[in-house]
T-cell receptor, first 112, second 114 residues
Framework: AQSVTQPDIHITVSEGASLELRCNYSYGATPYLFWYVQSPGQGLQLLLKYFSGDTLVQGIKGFEAEFKRSQSSFNLRKPSVHWSDAAEYFCAVGSNDYKLSFGAGTTVTVRA | DGGITQSPKYLFRKEGQNVTLSCEQNLNHDAMYWYRQDPGQGLRLIYYSQIVNDFQKGDIAEGYSVSREKKESFPLTVTSAQKNPTAFYLC?????????????FGPGTRLTVL
């Protein structure tokens, strides 16, 4: 069975500082990996996804993620955060079916 | 604009009552999903539908029911058999497989049982 672990429940970062959110997955084959973002009281929006090929994936809003098969990780990064990046971030792993497994999420707080 | 609408945004229910949450999409997507979100638990799949008149149970289907009579609509009924229904409910859709394709989410319905 596929699963996702997001080790950090809550991260606080200063505006302008870099951000890295950790994600570890468990899946037997080559995974489909996603990062979604959720603003308070809203639905989720896709930031980026990885299927194959280049292990560094670029997404929207200046985010990128790196797939490392040897570490079963898919960490999300942003070089310089903005106050509008305060949200909850979900890593998810999928396979070639209708099931997408989400991590528990990481809440990001941005301080001025 | 294409997207997913959910109504109502907030819903209050007395114990023992059934309640139906609405989900409509105009993205022409075949697949639709219902998730439940609780603090610290991420999203858990309740039901999904690959095509009209067909739907499958997800991981936590007990106490819930759905229908898919139209491509655009996928309502969720929370029945009195659901023991802990207070949660945030999200509807989503995708062109194809959720494990492969991007899912588009509605703004959610927050259900509170009084």
């Amino acid at each position: 069975a596929q699963s996702v672990t997001q080790p950090d429940i809550h991260i606080t970062v200063s505006e302008g500082a870099s951000l890295e959110l950790r994600c570890n997955y468990s899946y037997g084959a080559t995974p489909y990996l996603f990062w979604y973002v959720q603003s308070p009281g809203q639905g989720l929006q896709l930031l980026l996804k990885y299927f194959s090929g280049d292990t560094l994936v670029q997404g929207i809003k200046g985010f990128e993620a790196e797939f490392k098969r040897s570490q079963s990780s898919f960490n999300l990064r942003k070089p310089s955060v903005h106050w509008s990046d305060a949200a909850e971030y979900f890593c998810a792993v999928g396979s070639n079916d209708y099931k997408l497994s989400f991590g528990a999420g990481t809440t990001v707080t941005v301080r001025a | 604009d294409g997207g997913i609408t959910q109504s109502p945004k907030y819903l209050f229910r007395k114990e023992g009552q059934n309640v139906t949450l609405s989900c409509e999409q105009n993205l022409n997507h075949d697949a639709m999903y219902w998730y439940r979100q609780d603090p610290g638990q991420g999203l858990r799949l309740i039901y999904y539908s690959q095509i009209v008149n067909d739907f499958q149970k997800g991981d936590i289907a007990e106490g819930y029911s759905v229908s898919r009579e139209k491509k655009e609509s996928f309502p969720l009924t929370v029945t009195s058999a659901q023991k802990n229904p207070t949660a945030f409910y999200l509807c989503a859709s995708s062109i194809g497989l959720a494990g492969v394709d991007e899912q588009f989410f509605g703004p959610g319905t927050r259900l509170t049982v009084l």
